[in-house]
């Protein structure tokens, strides 16, 4: 397309049919031009390729943690709903206080295999650390792993209810 075009615009427009081509006076140089021409304004004039993005389509469509508040998460505890709250915090600061029911795989434990506390990818759990530093890093972790519903909800030091002390039952 973009040949004919040149070819038109440069044979016919600029002159090169009626034998006054301002360049030569050889028929072929001039139609050679204007097929060159062509080409080069379809390049320009072209719209570029479109080029898929590799990390979007190796995967099927992402899937992310939610975050929420504190205020969320003890709405969710509350809903007699079927929930994991998991505290991704050390041994020793889980034993110092924890929330209720919580189960204690600490954020350094988690790598690419499924934990052993956690069988169902689709469970819905909700994360905790102390600061939220340490919750975000392991709801990635989760969901790389192929967890479907993990909810981050940030750190105890923002949790305004009550916890437990009690050392970590070993079964």
Not at 86 to 106: F, K, W
Not at 149 to 154: A, C, I, K, N
């Amino acid at each position: 397309m973009g040949g004919i075009l040149g070819y038109f615009v440069f044979y016919k427009l600029i002159g090169c049919s009626n034998g006054s081509c301002p360049i030569t006076a050889n028929p072929y140089i001039s139609t050679i031009y204007g097929v060159l021409l062509g080409v080069l304004l379809a390049v320009i004039i072209a719209p570029p390729a479109k080029t898929a993005n590799l990390e979007q389509t190796s995967k099927s469509p992402s899937i992310e943690y939610k975050k929420i508040t504190a205020e969320e998460a003890k709405a969710r505890m509350d809903s007699g709903a079927q929930i994991i709250i998991l505290d991704v915090r050390t041994e020793a600061e889980y034993n110092a206080g924890h929330i209720p029911d919580a189960i204690l795989i600490p954020n350094e434990t988690i790598t690419d295999k499924m934990p052993d506390l956690l069988t169902e990818l689709d469970a819905e759990i909700l994360i905790y650390c102390r600061s939220g530093n340490r919750s975000a890093q392991a709801a990635k972790k989760l969901i790389a792993i192929g967890y479907t519903d993990v909810y981050d909800f940030g750190g105890i030091i923002d949790w305004p209810y009550g916890t437990l002390s009690e050392p970590l039952e070993r079964k």
